[in-house]
């Protein structure tokens, strides 16, 4: 059944519903029984060890947020006023805010002809003598052509950044998403695959950050250091903030990330369902995006691709007359009235602004079910 409260529609089958193991209380409750609460302590530890050994990330920091790793990154790079930063336009805001709020230029990419990734090509006519680095976001953890970004950063010198909110279990011919350019941020939001309900963390593949990361990362001082009986005192050393988590969230976290191979697994063969069953028809009213051999995603999003908005949006009114929630996804950033204000003159980007109007998920989450997903997928072709 469907009911209404308010602006909130209930539907039989949601857009997404958030993950649990079944040993978060029981890691919050060994939390409890200690003496650590703030941020760096014994499960913030386990979880940057699970991280690195079994994910492949390496050097990581966890975060407060997503976002608060994106501004981090800003800050290791030396962002600020007189440097220009290219970014895609269909992207989440956070992915802009955190170079914008170092007083950097944004400069705006388009998306791919036929996937919301960012365009290298976009992004080679846009560098000039200004340009300080490129920041990507892989979306639907799905990866962005690395070859080619890594490529235009090295032979331009350029910091390389990895938005890599949506990609937890996410590789590129075989190395993590994240893990590729100088910097990687991951998020752990409840609307992702793992989370700790609010959460990030801060990949550092660059070895001449690491140590400005350690500093930056606990307020600008060199705390870590004493802690490790290095030094006698620590003292404010750099720029910095507060950007490490409670141990609530990393105890919460740790219960994801030890539990969350088999969820993840699930969440694919959710999406390869999906998938098998919409790719053997052909529909003038959508199609599915082109998947690259080197996306070995992770199943964050399942998306159609809409021939305009109005069979967008009567498709999603056709789900939720069917109890199925259904969502589109970004305004492209440079159409943004923020960004409008900013600039006088307003820049096309086609691919990003048919995303915009066109891209509609479908609903994808750890617990939901193929029988759900046949449902789903009769509905959807239902509409044609």
Request: aromatic share 10%; hydrophobic share 40%.
């Amino acid at each position: 059944m469907m009911r209404d409260i308010g602006y909130i529609r209930i539907m039989k089958i949601p857009f997404n519903k958030s993950w649990l193991s079944g040993k978060e209380t029981v890691y919050i409750n060994e939390l409890v029984r200690g003496e650590h609460f703030s941020g760096n302590g014994p499960f913030t530890r386990r979880c940057r060890e699970v991280l690195s050994n079994q994910y492949g990330y390496g050097e990581n920091y966890l975060t407060t947020s997503c976002t608060d790793a994106l501004e981090l990154s800003a800050l290791l790079c030396d962002i600020g006023p007189g440097d220009e930063v290219i970014l895609p336009s269909y992207t989440f805001v956070s992915t802009a805010n955190a170079f914008a709020l170092r007083g950097a230029t944004l400069k705006f990419a388009d998306s791919l002809p036929d996937h919301p990734n960012i365009d290298p090509a976009s992004v080679k006519k846009l560098i000039s003598k200004q340009t300080k680095a490129i920041v990507l976001m892989h979306y639907a953890g799905m990866a962005c052509d690395m070859h080619a970004l890594l490529r235009i950063a090295q032979e331009k010198n350029l910091f390389l950044i990895e938005d890599a909110a949506q990609c937890i279990g996410a590789y590129y011919e075989g190395q993590a998403l994240g893990t590729l350019g100088d910097l990687g941020t991951l998020s752990f939001h409840e609307t992702k695959n793992l989370h700790c309900g609010e959460g990030g963390a801060l990949l550092i593949n660059n070895k001449r950050l690491m140590k400005k990361a350690e500093l930056a990362i606990e307020k600008g001082t060199n705390r870590m250091a004493f802690l490790r009986g290095e030094t006698s005192s620590y003292e404010w050393q750099s720029l910095g903030s507060s950007f490490l988590p409670p141990e609530t969230s990393a105890a919460f976290l740790l219960a994801q990330l030890e539990n969350g191979t088999e969820a993840l697994a699930h969440r694919k063969s959710l999406w390869n369902c999906y998938f098998n069953h919409l790719t053997s028809v052909s529909s003038p009213l959508w199609k599915l995006p082109k998947i690259e051999t080197w996306m070995d995603h992770n199943a964050h999003h399942f998306f159609i691709l809409c021939k305009d908005q109005s069979t967008r949006d009567r498709i999603r009114k056709h789900l939720a007359e069917k109890n199925i929630a259904s969502s589109f996804h970004y305004i492209p950033l440079h159409t943004s009235s923020f960004i409008s204000k900013q600039n006088a003159q307003h820049v096309s980007l086609p691919n990003a602004e048919r995303f915009g109007e066109t891209l509609l998920r479908l609903p994808l989450f750890n617990t939901l079910t193929e029988q759900e997903v046949d449902e789903v997928c009769k509905a959807v072709l239902g509409e044609q």
